[in-house]
T-cell receptor, first 110, second 115 residues
Framework: GQQVMQIPQYQHVQEGEDFTTYCNSS?????IQWYKQRPGGHPVFLIQ?????EVKKQKRLTFQFGEAKKNSSLHITATQTTDVGTYFCAGGGSQGNLIFGKGTKLSVKP | DGGITQSPKYLFRKEGQNVTLSCEQNLNHDAMYWYRQDPGQGLRLIYYSQIVNDFQKGDIAEGYSVSREKKESFPLTVTSAQKNPTAFYLC??????????????FGDGTRLSIL
């Protein structure tokens, strides 16, 4: 079935360093969504990308959707301790559902 | 406040028992979903429902059952056939959309453990 691969699984950074997580699919995705799950919490929707090559920004977060609509990335500039959590990408599936990557767990050392 | 309510927050099951996890939403969403989350495994889809009285199996439906008799409610039963039920269960809802194009709103989850 359809799969969305996400790397790295873990990332430890010093506060102020940048962070990037990547998603890849073997099939073309109709869209990609990004979610953040704080420790002990539930996933919270961050953003959706639909167009080929689309780039969106939310303050220090930059989201990209690849030209072939098979990959995506989330980049955080100058991480803060409030960025701690697990970041998931999720691609639109052929059956109207979302296919989630396994997530990247970010820890930030102050 | 609109949202999704899952109960209980923690649930313990004895071997051979069926247990039912509750999920209620007042967001007026047609679509509802159940996911299982294990450490390092991300979110895996158990069942989903795009409309009342209809639901489909997800990737890991074996050992689980659902019903969708009301728009607001989508309970999940973990049956004794599920051999490894210890996990964090998340319920979500959304406006129906093709190709999963609608954001999903999640409840706080239920943590199920085997005694």
């Amino acid at each position: 079935g359809q799969q969305v691969m996400q790397i790295p699984q873990y990332q430890h950074v010093q506060e102020g360093e940048d962070f990037t997580t990547y998603c890849n699919s073997s099939t073309t995705l109709s869209n990609i969504q990004w979610y953040k799950q704080r420790p002990g919490g539930h996933p919270v929707f961050l953003i959706q990308l639909v167009k080929s090559g689309e780039v969106k920004k939310q303050k220090r977060l930059t989201f990209q959707f690849g030209e072939a609509k098979k990959n995506s990335s989330l980049h955080i500039t100058a991480t803060q301790t409030t960025d701690v959590g697990t970041y998931f990408c999720a691609g639109g599936g052929s059956q109207g559902n979302l296919i989630f990557g396994k997530g990247t767990k970010l820890s930030v050392k102050p | 406040d609109g949202g999704i309510t899952q109960s209980p927050k923690y649930l313990f099951r004895k071997e051979g028992q069926n247990v039912t996890l509750s999920c209620e939403q007042n967001l007026n969403h047609d679509a509802m979903y159940w996911y299982r989350q294990d450490p390092g495994q991300g979110l895996r889809l158990i069942y989903y429902s795009q409309i009342v009285n209809d639901f489909q199996k997800g990737d890991i439906a074996e050992g689980y059952s659902v019903s969708r008799e009301k728009k607001e409610s989508f309970p999940l039963t973990v049956t004794s056939a599920q051999k490894n039920p210890t996990a964090f269960y998340l319920c979500a809802s959304s406006i129906p959309g093709t190709g999963g194009r609608q954001p999903q709103h999640f409840g706080d989850g239920t943590r199920l453990s085997i005694l």
